[in-house]
């Protein structure tokens, strides 16, 4: 979201004690005709940051954080959500229309120390041709179904598509049913993820619905006052792996360097639980907005994303948490 961009310097400084050592480049992924590109990142490993910023629920511990980084053309920025694969990869999507896949490396413990074979390749339109256009590509969120279809959502021309499956994808994709609701070019449908019977979303200025390929269903209404950038707002969504509700991150940012995110859980009426995770400053935090969980060792792993907008005064952060 490009009105994040406006940070001030003193973010880098602080941000700077959260950075521990380089772990180079990941390894490369071997090049293919299938229609994705290899492609480069340095990785730096952080921690939780400075005390007094991170806050973690009960059973709730830190497991490995990743700073990614790339060169200012590369692909591996401004991604909009995660999702994993179940093969030990993860997908995500850039508010600029590209598609990025890279596989998640754990040491012996369990903790996230790596990311490697990071590749990528243009989302298209329904005729085929590559994205070219910011307001056609501003992809916010993602959902592979039960049968491993890729949807995805935009802002700015709100619509849902389904790509295919990831092993083959479509160039021509599909449109499925989104809410009937209008909303504003750059507060669209953030959140996106599977449901009983088809996909919930999750709008950044409020709303909740659960779709299918008929209708779409009001879960929680959007309120009358859309909910402004200074108080929380859902801006990933995923399923629970238990099946009992969603995981749901939520960012708040208010000038000039007040950002913020935590993470809850989202009960099937839309209600949202306690805080289990909150990252702020003078801690590690920045313009989170994707979430994916799964069940690791008996546990629920989170991994939390953040978009750095091209902003060198942002940064791509992955980051793990268990919950107990």
């Known amino acids: 979201m490009s009105r994040f961009g406006r940070l001030a310097s003193v973010w880098i400084a602080l941000s700077l004690s959260a950075c521990a050592a ?50 200012p053309t590369s692909p591996l ?52 041709a590559a994205i070219s256009d910011k307001s056609d590509g501003d992809a916010e969120g993602l959902a592979i179904t039960p049968s491993g279809d890729l949807l995805v959502s935009f802002e700015r021309r709100h619509r849902i598509w389904n790509y295919g499956p990831l092993s083959a994808l479509k160039t021509q994709p599909t449109p499925v049913r989104s809410p009937d609701f209008a909303f504003t070019e750059n507060d ?23 779709c299918a ?3 779409c269903t009001v879960v929680s209404a959007p309120p009358a006052t859309p909910i402004p950038d200074s108080e929380y707002r859902i801006t990933g969504l995923d399923r629970d792996p238990s099946g009992a509700g969603w995981f749901v991150v939520q960012r708040l940012y208010r000038a000039p360097i007040d950002m913020r995110a935590r993470v809850r859980r989202m009960a099937p009426d839309g209600t949202l639980g306690p805080v289990l995770i909150e990252l702020k400053l003078p801690g590690t935090t920045d313009n ?17 994303l953040s978009d750095d907008n091209f902003n060198p005064a942002q940064r791509t952060l992955m980051l793990a948490f268990d919950l107990r």
């Open 22 to 71: 380089s772990l180079g480049a990941p390894r490369p992924y071997p090049l293919s005709s299938d229609g994705w590109t290899p492609q480069v990142a340095e990785l730096r490993s952080v921690s939780l940051g400075l005390p007094g910023g991170t806050q973690l629920a009960d059973g709730v511990t830190f497991a490995g954080g990743l700073q990614v980084s790339a060169a």
């Open 213 to 215: 390929a008929a209708r």
């Open 77 to 128: 920025h401004s991604l909009s959500d995660l999702k994993l694969t179940g093969d030990g990869g993860f997908v995500t999507v850039s508010d600029t229309g590209d598609l990025v896949r890279g596989d998640i490396r754990l040491d012996a413990r369990g903790r996230l120390v790596g990311l490697d074979h990071f590749r990528s390749r243009r989302l298209t339109l329904q005729d085929g």
């Open 288 to 304: 989170c907005e994707g979430v994916a969980a799964e069940t690791r060792n008996g546990k629920t792993r989170l991994y939390i």
């Open 188 to 210: 669209g449908m953030e959140g996106l993820a599977t449901a009983p019977g088809g996909w919930r979303v999750s709008g950044e200025a409020g709303g909740v619905w659960d």
